[in-house]
């Protein structure tokens, strides 16, 4: 896939999280995204004002409730859209 519109097709770097809680929870659900995510990009759109500023594989933090994922024909990505990236590390 090649974002256009100013998007980053990213891939959402795992973080360990302590999963400890007051009661039991499955497995399989979801409670919610963490508020910033660390994610490595895997293409730029030519549109991005960063397009000049980062590269594939560079590593950045995003507000993680506006990352999108696109299930097309079995297979997954995830977007952002530039103006959620909030720093390169």
Do not use: C, W
Not at 25 to 47: H, Q
């Amino acid at each position: 896939m090649t974002p256009l519109n100013r998007s980053l097709l990213v891939n959402v770097l795992s973080q360990e999280e302590d999963k400890q809680s007051a009661f039991y929870l499955p497995d399989d659900i979801i409670t919610g995204k963490r508020p910033f995510e660390v994610v490595e990009i895997v293409g730029i759109s030519s549109e991005s004002k960063f397009i000049d500023k980062l590269n594939v594989g560079d590593k950045i933090v995003v507000e993680g409730h506006m990352l999108r994922e696109i299930n097309v024909f079995g297979k997954t990505t995830t977007l952002i859209e530039d103006n959620y990236v909030l720093t390169k590390m």
